[in-house]
């Protein structure tokens, strides 16, 4: 613990927990910005000439990081060792690990964003990413922003509708996609996906290492690409473009509660919340191995690239699928330090096996050797060695006890499972854990750096507008916090997270909403409870009732509407979907609901996303409506949860 980062810091300012840290944080904005700049070893172009400028009165005009110039791409490697490796990945089927250098990866990024301009791609250019998490997307993300460009991120597991929509409200110039996804012994289509969209000109990645797919008049290769741009530089060198610290880097997505996703920019102050949040609270340091399976159309996707590079550490890829013995193994020739996963991802690990499973006999490696037996309780499997993990981290989906108490065993010294949880809009997390406390398993010990928040009644204030608080309710976010969204796209982002909002009742403050209900359970510890509004998270994926709805009305005539609800499992995992049809007075049978379960399955994955599922369909005669028309979704889930559980 004494090596720690958070600890190093509460000795320095004499904090005698980790709780006044985090205050001092909060109040005093400023100085721990200056502090974590220096620490990382920042190098902005321009140093900023005040590192918060707040303003009470209107949250949204608060300031951090005044009249400062910077490239968060360049930031990448500036000041790190150039032969140290920035990025360790093994391909699909490979069993060797391939590693880049800083230098390399500048190298890569700077041919990149030259050859961007030689395509007429220039400052302020969106372009698209829709691929998995390779050498190449990491090259093509930081290569973007070098160039000044704008990246649009977009999950390579997206129907060619959601590509649309998305497309639709960014006006790409380029798509960098790959040809085929390979995972799992299968060959999934992307680049033939990405054209069934409104896809503007696509730079293609070869998967297998030759094109798997004829490309679409003005579309190019990336061998063909990178090839042209690396004669381009030799000629010419390429300079990182440098600008202000509210200027775009990257559009993400999150769902909105009226259907169209919400357009989140992540300025070039962003990634320094990313970085700042892992290096206190996940410990990543200098010279440490990062592995998180994930995607850059997902927010822990350029979360993970910045965690790394900001903080001198490496990144660890692994192309196919978590869920294997091969990337157990992975993880322990990387000696991977932090390693980053998903809750279903561990139920995987235990019902194949990997690591040991759930019954009989489980042998623990430390060091190489050999040590703990445990009769009983384990399954016997293949078993690897990970005692370089100092901690696991998770985000995405409500996690269980049991699985997680399991996992802290397949390190040395059972090692901390840091939850982690936050927002697209929110540059990272604003509840986690830390290395210095005790930790319990799914459960937050912590408000995160930098921030602050409180638990309301609801977001009707009392006669002078102030909350109620109390220790379940809705989370209201006590702004300015640092690496938080200022502007959407698509929406008023003053509407979307303040208008209706109540104060805090001490300071005054308009507060902002998420739209997460949490309870603390004592201390500073605290525990998620799902979502307050009409978004639900399948799968790790944050999705709107109202695209769930939309996809399968009018499947079949006799259901007149749908409702979209979703239900955590006691034990945690991943959401549960389902979808409640009205059907007026129509008798339904048993096989007809099962029929509509199948049919709404398959309209969903055709439009929205492959990877999501209907649990159950439940019958009724009419959905619940206020006097407006809205429909009452948590008296639907309610309803159901009251007569299935």
């Known amino acids: 613990m004494e090596n720690t980062a958070a600890h190093q810091m509460m000795t320095r300012h004499n904090f005698s927990n980790f709780e006044q840290l985090r205050k001092w944080s909060h109040e005093e904005p400023a100085e721990y910005l200056e502090e974590m700049t220096n620490e990382l070893k920042l190098a902005l172009k321009k140093f900023p000439t005040e590192y918060c400028a707040r303003n009470l009165e209107d949250p949204q005009a608060s ?106 409200i960014c006006n790409c110039k380029l798509m960098v996609t790959q040809d085929v996804i390979l995972r799992a012994n299968k060959e999934l289509p992307l680049y033939t996906r990405v054209l069934q969209s409104n896809t503007p000109r696509c730079l293609v990645v070869e998967g297998k290492g030759t094109l798997a797919v004829e490309l679409k008049e003005g579309d190019i290769s990336w061998s063909s690409f990178m090839s042209e741009a690396s004669s381009l530089v030799e000629t010419k060198p390429f300079e990182c473009v440098n600008s202000s610290p509210y200027t775009y880097t990257n559009i993400l997505f999150s769902s909105g509660t009226t259907g169209e996703p919400k357009a989140i920019p992540w300025t070039q102050l962003t990634p320094l919340k990313s970085a700042f949040d892992s290096h206190m609270h ?106 370089s993990v100092r901690c696991f981290s998770s985000s995405g989906e409500a996690s269980n006890e049991d699985d997680y108490l399991w996992l802290m065993g397949r390190a040395k010294g059972y090692r901390p499972v840091i939850e982690y949880c936050g927002g697209t809009e929110i540059g990272g997390a604003f509840v986690s854990c830390t290395c210095v406390q005790p930790q319990s398993p799914a459960t937050f010990s912590t408000i995160v750096c930098g921030c602050d928040f409180v638990l309301i009644e609801s977001e009707d204030g009392d006669e002078k507008g102030n909350a109620k608080l109390v220790r379940k309710g809705e989370l209201a976010i006590v702004p300015p916090m640092f690496g938080g969204s200022t ?159």
């Open 487 to 645: 502007t959407l796209l698509n929406k008023d982002h003053k509407k979307v997270y303040f208008q209706g909002m109540p104060r805090h009742p001490d300071s005054g403050i308009v507060m902002r909403r998420h739209g997460d209900e949490f309870e603390r359970v004592s201390g500073t510890y605290y525990r998620a409870h799902g979502r307050c509004d009409d978004t639900m998270n399948l799968g790790g994926i944050k999705v709107s009732s109202v695209e769930i709805e939309n996809a399968v009305n009018g499947v079949v005539d006799w259901v007149e509407e749908c409702g979209a609800i979703a239900f955590e499992p006691p034990k945690g995992g991943p959401s549960k979907l389902v979808i409640v049809a009205a059907v007026g007075e129509k008798h339904v049978i048993e096989e007809e609901v099962e029929m509509l379960k199948k049919m709404f399955s398959k309209k969903i994955r055709e439009k929205l996303s492959p990877l999501f599922k209907v649990s159950d369909v439940t019958i009724v005669k009419k959905l619940p409506r206020t006097a407006s028309n809205k429909m009452m979704r948590r008296v639907l889930r309610d309803d159901y949860l009251s007569a299935n559980h």
């Open 282 to 387: 996940q410990d990543i340091k200098w010279g440490d191995v990062i592995c998180w399976p994930t995607n850059l159309g997902w927010m822990m996707g350029p979360w993970i690239l910045y965690s790394a590079f900001l903080n001198g550490a490496s990144l660890a890829l692994y192309y196919d699928t978590p869920v294997t013995s091969g990337f157990c193994s992975f993880v322990e020739k990387c000696k991977v330090t932090m390693l980053g996963i998903v809750p279903s991802i561990v139920k995987g690990w235990m019902d194949f096996g990997f690591m040991g499973g759930r019954d009989g006999t489980l042998v623990i490696k430390h060091d190489g050797a050999t040590e703990d037996t445990y009769e009983g309780l384990f399954q016997a499997g293949p078993i690897h060695d990970w005692s």
């Open 63 to 168: 300031r951090f990081f005044v009249e400062a110039e910077m490239n968060a791409a360049e930031m990448c490697w500036l000041g790190r060792d150039p032969q140290a490796t920035a990025v360790m990945f093994q391909k699909v089927g490979g069993t060797e690990i391939e590693k880049m250098t800083f230098q390399d990866l500048k190298d890569q990024c700077l041919t990149f964003a030259r050859g961007l301009a030689s395509l007429g791609v220039g400052v302020g250019d969106f372009v698209a990413i829709d691929m998995p998490m390779t050498i190449e997307a990491v090259i093509a993300y930081l290569g973007t922003i070098a160039a000044g460009g704008v990246v649009v991120s977009i999950a390579d597991s997206f129907s060619p509708d959601m590509i649309n929509t998305r497309l639709a």
